[in-house]
């Protein structure tokens, strides 16, 4: 998920709708700290996330809202800034949207986290 949503933020950079203060210009990537971020929400998929599987809609919604407004909050800290802010937010949201659930199932097929064992499976 980490690439793949990487690569997704850097096609929304390359429009030149958002533009990341201090990172080269003409780079056709997002600067590498996105990447960082997106792996450090992909490891909370399967904890923190967990509630959304076969919440298909609700994941997209959360996805189509949480993403931009977390671009918001980068914006209010000066680690992005808007060009185009109709434009960004929508494809952000139309992102997110597709995003989110993306992650969450493939999350919930790659599962690394299992339950307590069951009564059976314990030595005693």
């Known amino acids: 998920m980490t690439t793949v949503g ?12 958002l533009a990341y203060p201090g990172h080269a210009i003409g780079t056709v990537h997002a600067p590498l700290w996105i990447a960082a971020l997106w792996a450090l929400f992909s490891i909370q998929l399967n904890v923190v996330f967990a509630w959304l599987r076969g919440r298909w809609w609700l994941a997209a ?24 802010p109709e434009a960004a937010i929508c494809a952000l949201a139309a992102g997110w949207a597709v995003l989110m659930p993306a992650a969450v199932w493939v999350a919930m097929r790659w599962d690394g986290v299992s339950g307590p064992p069951e009564p059976s499976d314990v030595q005693t």
């Open 6 to 17: 990487w690569t997704w933020d850097s096609l929304v950079a390359q429009t030149g709708w």
């Open 61 to 84: 919604a959360l996805g189509a809202v949480g993403g931009p407004m977390s671009f918001r909050a980068g914006a209010a800290l000066g680690a992005v800034r808007f060009a185009h």
